[in-house]
C-alpha cells in the first residue's frame, strides 16, 4: 500500500489536534492587560503542547517521506501514536482547569513518553514493511535523540513526584534537542 | 524534502482556524433592529479576522507553488506562523468581550506583527532551502510589500491606546493592501 492516505489521515487528525488546544484558551474578562494575567500558565502550557505536537508531526513527516510502502502492522502503529498524540489536548486542559501540579506534570510526562515510544514502535513498523534498500533503511537506525527523549521522560515521570517544576524543565530542555530535526532525512532528499 | 505534507497539515490547521471563529459568533438576541446593531461589532471584528487568514492562505499557498524543497528550518517557520493564526479566533472572543479598547486592540495587532514576522522568516527558509535557483528569491525581491505591513502593524500598536479605532484603520488598510494576492507569484506561473 502506499503511504498517501495515511499521511492525509495523520495531517487531519494533527491539525485538529493542535487546533482545538486553542479553544481551552479562557477569553480575558475585561480590557485592560491584568484580564490576561489568568491565562498565562494556561497560554505557556498551549505554547509548550504547539511545539510538542509539532515535532512529533515534523517526525512522522520525515518517516514517511523516506517509506514507499506502508502494511497494516504500520496502520495499526500509527493509529497507537495518534491517540496518544490526542491526549495532549486533554492534558492542557487539565493544566488550565488546575494549573502546574503534580498530576498534571505527571500526565504530560506520561502522553510524551508514549508519543515518544509510538514513534520508535511506527519506526521499526516501517522498516519492515519497506525493502532492506528503501531510503527509509539507511536513515531510520536507531537515534540517539530517540533514546534521549524517552529517557528524559522516564526521568520526568519520577521527577514530577517531588518537584514538578523540574519536569516541566525537562520537557523543555527535551524540545530544545529537537530544534533542529532530523539532519539525515533533509540529506536523504537530495 | 517535498512540501506536500506541509501544505497538507497548513490547510487542514487554516481551515479549523477559520471554522472555529464562526462558533463564536452570537445570533440576534430578539428580532429587532437594535439587537442587530448589537452583534454588528463583532461581525465586523470576524470579518476582518476571516479577511486576514484567508489573506495569509492565499499568500501561503501561492508562495509553496514556487517552492520545492523544504526543510528543517521551513518546518519550523512554518508551524510558528500556524501558531499566530491560532490566536485570532481568541484574539476576535476578546474584542467581543471588552469591545475596541486599548489592551485588545493592540494584542490584535502582536498577532498581526507574530504572524508577518513568521511568514516572512518563512520565505527566508524557503529561499535558504533552495539558494539561488529559488524561485520564490526571484519572486519576493527585497519584499518591500512586507517591510510596509510591519511598519504599519508597528505603528498601530501605539496608536491603539490614543484611539483603538486608529489601529483598527490600519488593520484595514493593510489587509486591503494584501487583498490582491502575491502578484509576485501569479507571474512566475
Redesign the interface.
Same mark, same amino acid.
Given at each position: 500500500m502506499k503511504t498517501d492516505r495515511l499521511? %492525509?489521515f495523520t495531517?487531519?487528525v494533527?491539525?485538529?489536534i493542535?487546533?482545538?488546544?486553542?479553544?481551552e &484558551?479562557p477569553?480575558?474578562?475585561?480590557?485592560?492587560?491584568a484580564?490576561?494575567k489568568p491565562g498565562l500558565t494556561l497560554f505557556a502550557a498551549y %505554547?509548550l503542547a504547539?511545539?510538542k505536537v509539532?515535532i512529533y508531526?515534523?517526525q512522522h513527516?520525515?518517516l &514517511?517521506?523516506a517509506s514507499r510502502r506502508v502494511d497494516g502492522r504500520v496502520l495499526l502503529a500509527n493509529l497507537f501514536f495518534l491517540f496518544w498524540l490526542s491526549l495532549v489536548p486533554f492534558v492542557v486542559r487539565w493544566v488550565g482547569e488546575t494549573g502546574i501540579t503534580r498530576d498534571t506534570v505527571l500526565a504530560f510526562g506520561v502522553v510524551m513518553l508514549l508519543c515518544a515510544l509510538s514513534v520508535a514502535l511506527l519506526r521499526s513498523a516501517l522498516l519492515a514493511a519497506n525493502e532492506p534498500d528503501a531510503p527509509i533503511a539507511k536513515v531510520a537506525a536507531r537515534g540517539r535523540k530517540g533514546q534521549i527523549t524517552i529517557a528524559a521522560y522516564v526521568v520526568a515521570i519520577g521527577v514530577a513526584f517531588v518537584w514538578p517544576m523540574v519536569a516541566v524543565a525537562l520537557y523543555f530542555a527535551v524540545a530544545l534537542l529537537w530544534?533542529?530535526?532530523d539532519?539525515r532525512?533533509?540529506k536523504l532528499?537530495e | 524534502?517535498?512540501p506536500e505534507?506541509?501544505n497538507?497539515?497548513t490547510?487542514?490547521?487554516v481551515?479549523?482556524?477559520l471554522t472555529?471563529m464562526v462558533l463564536e459568533v452570537k445570533i440576534p438576541a430578539e428580532p429587532t433592529p437594535e439587537a442587530v446593531l448589537a452583534v454588528l461589532p463583532f461581525l465586523a471584528a470576524y470579518l476582518l479576522a476571516f479577511v486576514y487568514v484567508a489573506i495569509y492562505w492565499n499568500n501561503h499557498h501561492h508562495m509553496m507553488q514556487s517552492a520545492h524543497?523544504v526543510?528543517?528550518a521551513v518546518?519550523?517557520a512554518n508551524?510558528a506562523l500556524?501558531?499566530w493564526l491560532?490566536?485570532f479566533?481568541?484574539m476576535i472572543?476578546?474584542i467581543?468581550?471588552?469591545?475596541v479598547?486599548?489592551?485588545?486592540t493592540a494584542s490584535f495587532g502582536i498577532v498581526l506583527l507574530g504572524a508577518s514576522t513568521c511568514y516572512v522568516l518563512l520565505e527566508r527558509a524557503l529561499i535558504a532551502a533552495e539558494g539561488e535557483v529559488s524561485g520564490v528569491k526571484r519572486a519576493v525581491g527585497r519584499g518591500v510589500k512586507e517591510w510596509a505591513s510591519f511598519a504599519g502593524y508597528a505603528a498601530a500598536l501605539p496608536l491603539a491606546f490614543v484611539s483603538p479605532f486608529l489601529s483598527v484603520a490600519i488593520y484595514v488598510a493593510v489587509g486591503i493592501f494584501w487583498l490582491v494576492p502575491d502578484r509576485r507569484f501569479v507571474k512566475r506561473a
Open positions: 499521511n %492525509a495531517d487531519g494533527v491539525a485538529i493542535i487546533t482545538i488546544m486553542v479553544l &484558551l477569553v480575558p474578562h475585561g480590557a485592560g492587560m484580564a490576561l %505554547a504547539f511545539i509539532g508531526w515534523f513527516h520525515h &514517511l517521506q530544534i533542529i530535526p539532519r532525512f533533509e532528499a | 524534502m517535498t505534507r506541509l497538507a497539515l490547510d487542514g490547521v481551515a479549523i482556524v472555529i524543497r526543510t528543517g518546518l519550523w508551524h500556524l501558531f491560532t490566536l479566533p481568541l472572543r476578546w467581543d468581550e471588552a469591545g479598547t486599548a489592551w485588545p
